[in-house]
């Protein structure tokens, strides 16, 4: 008979190989029946990546039908959106958000659930959700009442709100989803409706701004006609009604052009030559003498000093010309001949014009805010934060008056641009943070990917790790966009066929 003996080395050698099984054991159940610790948040609240493919593993075997994946999936979705906010909670910034867009292929069964999770392992703790870009509107076919096709127009899917979807899957995951949308650049799709003919913008040069964008679909409204104010707003309406966590106003400036447009000299560089903008500027006038000049100014872009001496003729009862934001200096008007009043007169015309088209931005921003606002719904506008600089006696061709957005809406600056490192970018939020007034919440959008450089562009963590200096100032960040963080997948998205 054999003799098992053990001496005592012998018996701690075999106890620690039993326990050391038993342990391998408990750590391969944990894995598969226990959600992730929270070690495994990162530094920028990421999800590792053996937690992500964990999950992603579970949703793929929940969507074939295992029951035990579908209950394990939820728990793990509970787990990490805990895990998130409180991450986020004791991490610069609080609120990271991520802008996406959403196409016909995003209909298909798990596709939102996947695009959502993927937001969650990046360590975004809200999502702003394309909802009306390119003359497309993210409504359903069938319950769409605005004059933009919709985003989804596959035959049987005529009831399917993607949006709805959206909301409800990110919040499923802790996600706060924002609407995001086109404000003034309307799309292609409208310029092809004959009865929408005058609310499209017009400059001097008899151009729409089909004409003057690389694009060929960007197309510019109005902001003063009434018919296209009326359109925006039912959208809005619509929009809301999915009651999304914000709602965040893009495109609210005029086109970018290029060379030596891209600087507004003259009053046929401005879209003001549409008919509801010139009636609004005529109305600026305060007495006849000025909506005279101001006509005169219009058709021709100057005035000269026959035009004065023939407007003090036609209306001899009334002293100076005057219009709204005009100050006239006391001295008796025949101290100085028309002569002598022309060049300043033709300066505050110009100037006029200018703040004329940039009231309509502000305005027309109002516009869209407003049935936010009203369902105490978050509102928020994207700008650049230099397209609003005066350059010698012009203007940037976007005429965007960003420092006289309201206060008590979000301010989103676009801060893009690219020096090689990451403190051009700090100077443009600084410069933000420096005209807005206090308590105004800025929330920097940023361009570029984890990990790597891209041309002139720094990467994330650098540019997060470089605006983390101006503290609490900066109320969020956001990354532009889904759609450079997964190309790959996006190009899919875009092409694929719906199942």
């Not at 109305?283 to 058709?299: C, D, M, T, V």
Request: hydrophobic share 40%.
């Amino acid at each position: 008979m054999f003799n098992f003996r053990l001496n005592l080395a012998g018996k701690i050698l075999f106890w620690r190989c039993l326990l050391g099984s038993l342990f391998t054991s408990s750590l391969l159940m944990a894995h598969f029946a226990s959600p992730p610790a929270q070690a495994q948040i990162t530094e920028f609240c990421q999800l590792s990546p053996a937690a992500a493919k964990a999950k992603e593993d579970l949703r793929l075997s929940a969507m074939k039908g295992d029951r035990n994946a579908q209950n394990r999936y939820q728990e793990l979705l509970k787990q990490h959106s805990q895990d998130l906010q409180k991450c986020r909670s004791q991490t610069w910034p609080d609120n990271q958000a991520m802008w996406l867009r959403l196409y016909p292929c995003d209909i298909n069964s798990g596709a939102i659930d996947r695009i959502m999770d993927r937001i969650v392992n990046g360590g975004y703790n809200q999502v702003y959700v394309e909802v009306f870009s390119d003359g497309q509107v993210l409504l359903p076919a069938s319950a769409n009442p605005t004059v933009w096709p919709s985003v989804v127009r596959t035959p049987g899917a005529e009831n399917i709100d993607l949006l709805s979807v959206a909301i409800e899957k990110g919040r499923q995951r802790g996600l706060k989803v924002y609407a995001w949308m086109f404000s003034k650049n309307f799309g292609y799709t409208y310029a092809q409706r004959p009865d929408r003919t005058e609310a499209i913008a017009r400059n001097g040069k008899g151009q729409n701004s089909l004409a003057v964008t690389n694009t060929g679909s960007e197309l510019f409204i109005d902001p003063y006609n009434v018919q296209a104010k009326r359109d925006y707003y039912q959208m809005v309406q619509e929009i809301l009604r999915r009651r999304p966590d914000g709602l965040l106003l893009d495109y609210i400036r005029y086109p970018r052009q290029g060379g030596s447009d891209s600087i507004a000299t003259r009053v046929f560089d401005l879209w003001l030559f549409s008919p509801a903008t010139q009636e609004a500027l005529f109305r600026r006038a305060q007495n006849n003498k000025g909506r005279e000049l101001i006509r005169r100014f219009l058709s021709r872009g100057y005035i000269t000093a026959g035009d004065i001496s023939q407007v003090d003729q036609l209306h001899p009862q009334e002293t100076e010309p005057m219009w709204q934001g005009r100050i006239v200096q006391p001295e008796p008007k025949s101290i100085l001949s028309a002569t002598q009043r022309q060049p300043l007169l033709q300066i505050e015309l110009w100037q006029l014009a200018v703040a004329h088209a940039m009231q309509g931005v502000i305005d027309f921003l109002a516009l869209g805010a407003y049935p936010a606002q009203q369902q105490n719904i978050p509102a928020g506008a994207v700008f650049f934060p230099d397209a609003n600089q005066a350059i010698g006696r012009g203007y940037d061709s976007r005429l965007q008056p960003w420092d006289r957005f309201p206060s008590n809406l979000e301010w989103h600056p676009m801060s893009y641009s690219t020096c090689g490192n990451a403190s051009c970018i700090v100077q443009e939020v600084q410069r933000v943070l420096n005209a807005a007034p206090p308590g105004t919440k800025v929330i920097p959008a940023l361009a570029g990917n984890w990990g790597k450089s891209v041309g002139n562009r720094p990467s994330l963590e650098v540019q997060m790790q470089a605006l983390r200096q101006l503290g609490s100032r900066v109320a969020g960040v956001s990354h532009f966009a889904y759609s450079w963080q997964y190309p790959e997948d996006d190009n899919d998205r875009k092409f694929c066929r719906v199942r």
